[in-house]
């Protein structure tokens, strides 16, 4: 059974940084594209980052661009999620993706298995 989880969440100074971890399970998820949702309290799930399935290509949401890294590291079956400058309203659940396919995409549609999510809370 494919199975992903999410890992690296919790309470951070606004300027500081977290890393989030996706291990992977079940499914040879590094032939697919991976991707981090999130979601805040009272508003819709968002693309926030999104990596191909060999992490060549790397798309991130505008919000986000140039503060947060998308990685992954297929011998480890692991996505990371680095998050630097980090600001109050990155606060939220975030959420792994699993792809199906190669290419990265912002759309929900486009991914299949998803994680139980990881709370960030950053304080102004």
């Known amino acids: 059974q494919a199975q992903l989880v999410e890992s690296g969440g919790g309470l951070v100074q606004s300027g500081g940084s977290l890393i989030l971890s996706c291990a992977t399970s079940?499914?040879?998820?590094?032939?697919?594209?991976m991707a981090w949702f999130r979601q805040a309290p009272g508003k819709e799930q968002e693309f926030v980052a999104a990596v191909n399935w060999i992490g060549a290509d790397a798309y991130y949401a505008d919000s986000v661009k140039d503060r947060f890294t998308i990685s992954r590291d297929n011998n480890k079956n692991t996505v990371y999620l680095q998050m630097d400058s980090l600001k109050p309203e990155d606060t939220a659940v975030y959420y792994c993706?699993?792809?199906?396919?190669?290419?990265?995409?912002?759309?929900?549609?486009?991914?299949?298995?998803w994680g139980q999510g990881t709370q960030v809370t950053v304080s102004s």
């Open positions: 079940g499914r040879t998820f590094s032939n697919y594209a």
């Open positions: 993706a699993g792809g199906i396919f190669r290419s990265a995409a912002s759309s929900r549609n486009a991914y299949e298995y």
